[in-house]
Structures are given as structure tokens and as C-alpha cells.
């Protein structure tokens, strides 16, 4: 469902936003922000990690990832 979630844990935040199929990190208290950076993830399988706030967001739906051969 399309919306922003604020996932907290311990006083650390990241903000998923869900939009058109696709979800990304907005804005997150790391000190790196490597997961803000990460871009937009949809396919099966594709996650959005944040390792220092101990965030791991995985698509469980959506289209099939695709296969270089």
C-alpha cells in the first residue's frame, strides 16, 4: 500500500516510503546514510538494508527478478 513508515528501532529511524510499486529509504538517523542512497528496490528478492539502525526491508512481491544470461 502506498504511504511513508516510520520504522524505529531503540531511537534509530528510517523513513520507507512505498509509491508506484516501488520502495525507497527517505530519510534515516545513520550516520552514512548508504540507505537513503541505495535508490528504488520492487522486484522479488531486492532489499533496502540499513546496517547501523539494524534495518533490512525485503520485497516479498511484485514483478520476478530479472536474470542476466
Do not use: W
Not at 508506484?20 to 541505495?38: F, M, N
Not at 528504488?40 to 547501523?52: A, M, R, S, W
Amino acid at each position: 500500500v502506498d504511504g511513508e513508515y516510520m520504522i524505529d528501532n531503540d531511537g534509530k529511524y528510517n523513513l520507507l516510503v512505498i509509491k508506484d510499486g516501488t520502495a525507497y529509504i527517505r530519510e534515516a538517523s545513520c550516520p552514512d546514510k548508504l540507505c537513503v542512497h541505495q535508490g528504488k528496490v520492487k522486484n522479488n528478492g531486492e532489499q533496502l538494508i540499513c546496517l547501523p539502525n539494524k534495518t533490512i526491508i525485503t520485497v516479498t512481491s511484485g514483478a520476478e527478478p530479472e536474470t542476466d544470461f
